[in-house]
């Protein structure tokens, strides 16, 4: 597709259970990020990729949270033993390269996770 | 750390007016400043990107501005329509490290317009 594909784009999970919530970045983008957005926190990063690397991922709220991508494209977040406060929605995005001078940011719809 | 602000945090006008948003930032060592619109339910649309270097940019009817010594920045929307409703975001890259890809958000304006 054109744009920043993520999926499920909803999800409802029970507490405990792990989460995995996928992105496909814009086709050519080197840079990749996840961002949580939940209500009342507004829009918080959670790890940046160039390439299959994450040069930062200091906004990993715990050691429940990962991330991966392969192939310098997909990218999967994992969420384990949720907890009723990781509800929220995840966004992912991409550009054309990690240096932002430029280049625009394009977000997905989002995966809007809720932990019962 | 820095802090992005939005003011206000929402604002009703009627169709037609025009309109200005505000942003504020505590660090002014960025790389560049971005307006996002969000729809409900939607993820974020870039609307106006701009550099460190640069005072302003355009888009049809927005016009975004940027003091970056005084940590501002402004979107201006003239003549504004019903399909302006949206929440618009300011954010900003901060300049040096491997915070080039990280984006820190106000928490946004919510705006209607109404006919």
């Known amino acids: 597709g054109a744009g920043v594909s993520q999926s499920p784009s909803n999800k409802v999970t029970e507490k405990g259970k792990d989460v995995e919530l996928r992105c496909d970045p814009i086709s050519g983008h080197t840079a990749l990020y996840w961002y949580r957005q939940s209500l009342g926190q507004g829009l918080e990063f959670l790890i940046y990729f160039q390439g299959n690397s994450a040069p930062d991922k200091s906004g990993l709220p715990s050691d429940r949270f990962s991330a991966e991508r392969t192939g310098g494209s997909v990218s999967t977040l994992t969420i384990q033993r949720t907890q009723q406060e990781d509800s929220a929605v995840y966004l992912c995005?991409?550009?054309?390269?990690?240096?932002?001078?430029?280049?625009?940011?394009?977000f997905g719809e989002g995966s809007w996770l809720t932990v019962v | 750390k820095q802090e992005v602000t939005q003011i206000p945090a929402a604002l009703s006008v009627p169709e037609g007016e025009n309109l200005v948003l505000n942003c504020s930032f505590t660090d002014s060592a960025i790389y560049n400043l971005q307006w996002f619109r969000q729809d409900p339910g939607k993820g974020l649309t870039s609307l106006l990107l701009i550099q460190s270097s640069q005072r302003e940019q355009t888009s049809g009817r927005l016009n975004a501005s940027l003091d970056k010594s005084s940590g501002r920045s402004t979107l201006y929307i003239a003549a504004s329509q019903p399909g302006d409703s949206a929440t618009y975001l300011c954010?900003?890259?901060?300049?040096?490290?491997?915070?080039?890809?990280?984006?820190?958000f106000g928490q946004g304006t919510i705006l209607t317009v109404h006919p």
């Open positions: 995005a991409s550009s054309p390269a990690g240096k932002l001078a430029g280049n625009t940011i394009y």
């Open positions: 954010a900003v890259t901060n300049a040096g490290g491997t915070s080039y890809g990280k984006l820190t």
